[in-house]
Every structure is written in structure tokens, then in C-alpha cells.
């Protein structure tokens, strides 16, 4: 899904294990460096120590929970 984003020129980041280490540092790169619009990220993510300081540097305009398959 993401690659949609890509292919219309939306800078997109990706965290979640559908991505291999390398692109997920380079996604949290990306967002550190205000460098993506848009960041796809497992709600996992929001257990993690590290990501929540994060998040508490670089604050999101929004957050979006996409949890459709526990349905």
C-alpha cells in the first residue's frame, strides 16, 4: 500500500514487519529529519520506549490506528 503512496510523490516511511531493519532506520531517519509526510507504523510501535521519546521530540500532526484485522 504504501508504494501507492510513493508512486504520487507522497514521501512515505514504513515501521512494521513487513519492512526489513534497514528501511525502518531509514524511515526513522526520515521522520527525525522532517523528510516524509507520512509515517505507516505498527500500534505496537506505541510500546516502545524509544518510539514514544521520539514521538515526544517529533510530534505527529495526526495518528491513524488501522487495526482492521483483529475484526
Known sequence: ????????????GVLTSAVNAMEKKLALTSWENDDIDFLFVAP?????????????????????????HCA
Open 1 to 12: 500500500m504504501h508504494e501507492t503512496y510513493r508512486k504520487h510523490g507522497i514521501r512515505v
Open 44 to 68: 505496537e510501535r506505541l510500546q516502545n520506549k524509544q518510539f514514544l521519546e521520539l514521538m515526544e521530540q517529533k510530534p505527529p500532526d495526526f495518528v491513524v490506528v488501522d487495526e482492521i
